[in-house]
Structures are given as C-alpha cells and as structure tokens.
C-alpha cells in the first residue's frame, strides 16, 4: 500500500498530481467530517503536505513524522510544537526568490507612477479632457529593506538596477553585504524613502512596523508589504495613509486576507494586490516539486532538500 499522507489546503495542481501518483492523499479541506477523517486516519497517516498545522492537529496524528509546507513562509505550522514532538519541517525556499522581487519592484514602480490609476483614467475616457499629471520615481531614492533574506537580496540587487540606493534591517549585520545596515528599525525608516517588509511572519516580528515606525517614514515616504500583513499595525498604517501622514503604499498582504481594510479602497495613493507574489506558473511549479522531493527523500531515507527543523 503506498504511503498515507494528509493534505491540509488545496495546492498547485501539478504538485495534487505528483503526490496522487506517488502516496495516499487524504484531503482535510475537502472532508465532511474533519474529525471524523483525522480519528479514522491517526494511526496511518505520517506526513503532511501543506500548512495551517497545529499542535492540536499534531496530537492527532501520533505516526506524523513531516511536515511538507507549501511556501517558504512556514509561520502557519506551530513549528516549536514540531520540534518538541521530533517531526521534521520543510519548506519551498530560492524557487520563488525572483517571483516575489519582479512582484515587489513592479508594485513600486505601479505605486510610483500610479499606473492602476492611470489605467482607470484612460478607460474612463478622461485623458482628452486633462494629462493624468505628474508623480514619482524610483531613480535617486533610499529603499530600506526589513528583512535581507534570500528574495531581500533579490530584491535590493533589482533596486540597485533602478539606481536606488539600498539599505537594511535585520537581526544581524551581515558582513559580506555591500549595503548600509541599520540595527534600529525606526532609525532607517528615518532615513528611507520607501521601505520594503520582506521578513518572516510569526509572534517574532508582529506589528514590528509599528506607528512609531511609520512615523518616522513620514509623509514623503512610500510603504510596500511583500510579506505577512500581521508585520504591520494595519490600523495606524490606514489612518496614516488617509490623512496624508504617508505617501502611499503597495500592498500584497493584509492583516485578516483576504478580508482587506474598506478605507484603503477609496484611496487613490495606495495599489493593493491580492496576495500573488509568488503566483506565476513558473514558481508554483517549482514550489510544489520541492514539497514532492521532501516527502520523496524522507521515505527513502536521504537528507530532506530544505528542512527548517
């Protein structure tokens, strides 16, 4: 009988086709009684493919062994429980570095322009009556990057290429780094013209661009969220943007997605996505053969590809 795991979420299709020819899927999300499924399967099922994995679900399933997260970001599963109960983590890293920082610069320079906006007064037929007027560019100006990971470094080498002048945040100064670094987050939103959120989500970095922060960006400087929505105080980040105590921002992220703050719809200085950095067939593709490989490897005894814990 081949192996029995259990997918948590609906994932890229290559990647449901690859694991259907290679194991017994179980499909929680798709279960009319999840409770009923979990109790059933416990003593078979030994890996995860997917997310949202808590310690509840974890007690669960006494024969789980793997997690295989679809995303680099793995801040959906509890991973100090993982730890605890000696069930490894994966996750899909380097696959989608270039797809998130085309993502993030394309939402600057949308923002910069405003070229949603101008799209809009193009069809709405408003462009004989008036040019659309005059904004910004990304040549000359400091970027500030809060989190100068693998898709940070991407990112900052594709500011470069815009002739921006690129600074970071992090826990650590990283020696081999040509770029300024900042160990006070308020200081270098100070000094930024924009600031990039790329850092990992998790209790470790909630609401780390406070108000305080956000204060200190100012009301010349542009915001851009890549990362999770829970990195900033939405609330302070909403008020602020209405009352013209920022510039603007350019959002692929939010607190409580897809449910996404009403106010920020009636402003004209923000561009808002939905949560698609990593959504080309290219990236997907590549994320959900190295969620196949991790479970691959596990079973045949060899080293994970890109283990967390």
Not at 54 to 66: C, G, N, Q, R, V
Not at 75 to 101: C, E, F, G, H, Y
Not at 120 to 139: C, D, H, I, M
Request: charged share 20%; proline share 5%; glycine share 8%.
């Amino acid at each position: 009988m081949p192996t029995e795991i259990l997918q948590t979420h609906p994932l890229h299709a290559g990647c449901e086709t690859a694991l259907a020819e290679r194991y017994q899927v179980h499909k929680l999300h798709e279960a009319a009684d999840p409770e009923a499924l979990l109790t059933r399967l416990a003593p078979s099922l030994r890996a995860i493919a997917g997310g949202s994995v808590s310690a509840t679900l974890m007690d669960k399933l006494p024969k789980l062994e793997l997690i295989a997260n679809f995303g680099v970001g793995y801040d959906t599963i509890d991973a100090v429980a993982a730890k605890a109960r000696n069930i490894r983590v994966t996750n899909t890293p380097n696959v989608l570095n270039d797809a998130m920082a085309e993502m993030t610069i394309g939402l600057m320079i949308a923002l910069a322009r405003r070229l949603p906006q101008a799209d809009q007064y193009v069809r709405a037929g408003k462009w004989p009556q008036a040019n659309f007027g005059l904004f910004s560019e990304l040549t000359g100006k400091t970027v500030g990057i809060l989190g100068l990971g693998r898709i940070g470094k991407e990112i900052a080498v594709r500011a470069q290429a815009m002739k921006m002048r690129v600074v970071y945040f992090g826990r650590t100064h990283q020696e081999n780094e040509p770029y300024v670094y900042y160990d006070n987050l308020t200081d270098m939103a100070r000094d930024c013209d924009w600031l990039v959120v790329i850092a990992p989500g998790g209790k470790g970095t909630r609401g780390i661009v406070s108000r305080q922060v956000l204060e200190a960006l100012g009301p010349k400087a542009y915001l851009v969220n890549v990362a999770r929505g829970t990195l900033i105080d939405e609330a302070a980040m909403v008020e602020m943007l209405a009352n013209g105590q920022l510039a603007g921002a350019a959002l692929d992220v939010f607190e409580d997605e897809p449910n996404v703050p009403e106010q920020l719809y009636g402003l004209d200085n923000v561009v808002l996505s939905p949560h698609q950095g990593s959504a080309t067939h290219q990236t997907r593709d590549a994320m959900g053969a190295m969620v196949v490989a991790n479970l691959d490897a596990h079973f045949a005894g060899e080293p994970l590809l890109s283990a967390v814990i």
